[in-house]
């Protein structure tokens, strides 16, 4: 059951990293990394860019055209530069319809990856130990507690486990936090030192 034991570990660790980092940063970056793959969408942002680069390029070539003067030529510049914004903006509709599907293909592989696998672990090894206690080393509501809902008694289930890993990683995370904090706040020079050597 050590497979067990580390796998239920490794999704709590996976949960807390989706909640503490963010689920948006987490898809804003998957979608970057997306975009560098050589797939259609990506081809698309690329003639995107193409194109809104081009319709600037002419906007600017328009501003320094006179209208009255010179009517044929901005009049040319014109039709290119509205040409060239409606083909970014069926592009640009595109894209969008492209990353709204893409951001629900990773929310649905996200939440099977984590909080749907341990709904599935839970529910799967509901009545196997995940590791079982030494014997008369806990008294019977402690072993009942621990066995709780469906594991034999005198083990630990799927369940108290689960809890037990979400508990301690949140708390290992915090302590580490205040550790990187206190280690950071040791390295800053404090202001009086920092006034004085500017003396």
Not at 44 to 61: I, V
Not at 103 to 114: F, G, M, N, Q
Not at 181 to 194: C, D, E, I, N, S
């Amino acid at each position: 059951m050590l497979s067990l034991i580390w796998t239920v570990f490794f999704v709590h660790v996976a949960i807390y990293l989706v909640n503490t980092i963010g689920a948006s940063i987490i898809d804003n970056l998957l979608w970057i990394l997306y975009m560098k793959l050589p797939t259609a969408t990506s081809k698309n942002a690329r003639e995107q860019n193409r194109l809104k680069r081009e319709a600037l390029q002419l906007k600017r070539e328009m501003n320094n055209t006179s209208s009255q003067d010179e009517f044929a030529k901005w009049a040319k510049l014109r039709r290119r530069h509205d040409k060239a914004m409606e083909e970014y903006e069926a592009m640009n509709k595109t894209l969008t319809s492209a990353k709204t599907s893409f951001e629900w293909t990773v929310k649905i592989a996200r939440w099977l990856s984590t909080n749907g696998l341990k709904i599935f672990l839970q529910f799967w090894y509901s009545k196997t130990p995940v590791f079982a206690l030494p014997e008369a080393w806990v008294p019977y509501y402690v072993a009942w507690i621990l066995s709780f809902p469906r594991a034999p008694m005198g083990s630990v289930s799927i369940q108290v486990w689960s809890n037990v890993c979400a508990t301690t990683i949140s708390a290992l995370a915090e302590i580490v936090t205040i550790a990187v904090q206190a280690g950071v706040g040791k390295t800053r020079p404090a202001p009086a030192a920092t006034a004085q050597k500017a003396k």
